[in-house]
């Protein structure tokens, strides 16, 4: 997508052919940063600390991260060691198991001295893809909203209401939730977005309202607990989130605060939609709350990043500095509560059934 009119994807190959740039998430919607990735540590760096995030993002950038350490060292013992270092980063979306074990996979097999540049071309492959399926995923969603638009009055938006940030900064490229987004906005369906700020850091706040506002979007950001309020008063027509992990059953993880919002979606009577990319889904497990939930820093709650009237950008601390804190990152939305899932092959029920129909050639 476009920042300042110049399109940027998240990560790209650099001219060397063999660091990587990312979009630094960490500063924005602050300062643009651009970071370079030369070696295996630096990427598992760069996605534990979440310079970069977002599941699909995760599994791109550790697909690279598996191309360099290929360049410095093709052996087997190499491969393993960089699959083990760069799984333990993250341990909740199961894009990242999906891209190292394809790279994994496809390396093996291969003389040493052949790795490395087959690493890097399936990476840049599996970016591509990325970029595909969330432009399919668009296009599946984009009907949802038409359909809801074509029961408005002439030029009345769609409310839609979004959480953390499943926005092209958490993917190569137009993001999953937003893509449909992006479409209608495009296509000049009236849309607006109620962004969650989605505490503990805050990636709807910083992100996804930095993604809607370069793009035109009409948008406004709420509380985390205004969700349900807005609800209630008929001011949200569809709900639409990402996901870091679907069961095989259509159970659904994602940030902390979706399942709230799915309950309150379900109270109210308002579509509650996921949108995802097929390597989203766990073929093995089917039941959500067998995924290991990621515990992060308990400072990410009781600090807080944000920009000083004098331009700098810092932390300040919002809790008394004796209180302890919890940090659970993602919940689990049961199947139940959930309307239907937008995928690249079209709008599935969340049930085994529903999965199994679009994707019978995966199904395990
Ligand atoms: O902790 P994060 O910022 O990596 O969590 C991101 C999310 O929960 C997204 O909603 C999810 O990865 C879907 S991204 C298309």
Redesign the pocket.
């Known amino acids: 997508m476009k920042v300042a009119d110049r399109h940027f994807r998240t990560i790209w190959l650099n001219a060397d052919g063999r660091s990587i740039d990312i979009i630094d998430q960490r500063w924005l919607p602050h300062d643009f940063r651009i970071a370079t990735l030369t070696t295996v540590d630096e990427v598992a760096t760069a996605i534990r600390d ?1 310079w970069v ?6 599994g791109v950038t550790a697909a690279y991260g598996v191309a360099i350490q290929m360049r410095s060292d093709p052996s087997e013992r190499a491969l393993d060691a960089a699959w083990d270092k760069l799984h333990a980063t ?1 341990p909740t ?1 199961i894009n990242l198991r999906w891209a190292l074990d394809a790279m994994r996979s496809a390396l093996r097999p291969l003389p040493a001295p052949e790795r490395a540049a087959a690493a890097y071309r399936l990476a840049a492959g599996i970016a591509d893809e990325d970029v595909m399926l969330n432009r399919e995923i668009g296009e599946n969603g984009l009907a949802l909203i038409r359909e809801i638009a074509s029961r408005k009055a002439p030029g009345e938006p769609v409310n839609i209401l979004t ?5 092209w900064l ?2 190569v490229d137009y ?3 937003t893509a449909p987004i992006y479409l209608a906005v495009e296509q000049g369906i009236p849309v607006h977005v109620y962004v969650d700020e989605t505490r503990p ?1 805050n ?1 709807g706040a910083q992100l996804t309202a930095w993604e809607m506002a370069g793009h035109g979007v009409p948008h406004t950001l709420i509380v985390d607990n205004a969700g349900g309020h807005l609800m209630q008063r008929g001011a949200v027509d569809l709900v639409i ?4 992990r679907v069961t095989a059953n259509g159970d659904v993880c ?2 902390i605060g979706t399942y709230l919002k799915a309950l309150a979606a379900h109270d109210n009577g308002v579509p509650f939609y996921v ?2 990319p097929s390597p ?1 889904i766990d073929w093995t497990i089917s039941d959500g709350m067998t995924i290991p939930i ?1 515990e992060r820093s308990a400072d990410e709650v009781s600090l807080v990043w944000g920009k000083t009237a004098s331009g700098e950008i810092t932390q300040v601390r919002i809790s008394p500095d004796t209180s302890p804190a919890g940090n659970p ?2 919940d689990v939305t049961p199947a139940r509560l959930v309307t239907g899932l937008i995928t690249e092959r079209g709008v599935a029920k969340a049930s085994t059934e529903g999965l199994r129909a679009l994707f019978p050639d995966r199904a395990v």
């Open positions: 979440m995030r977002g599941a699909p993002l995760i993250r979306a959480h953390c940030n499943a926005g958490a993917t993001g999953t939730a850091r990636q989130v990402g996901t870091d994602n940030k949108a995802l989203t990621e990152a993602f």
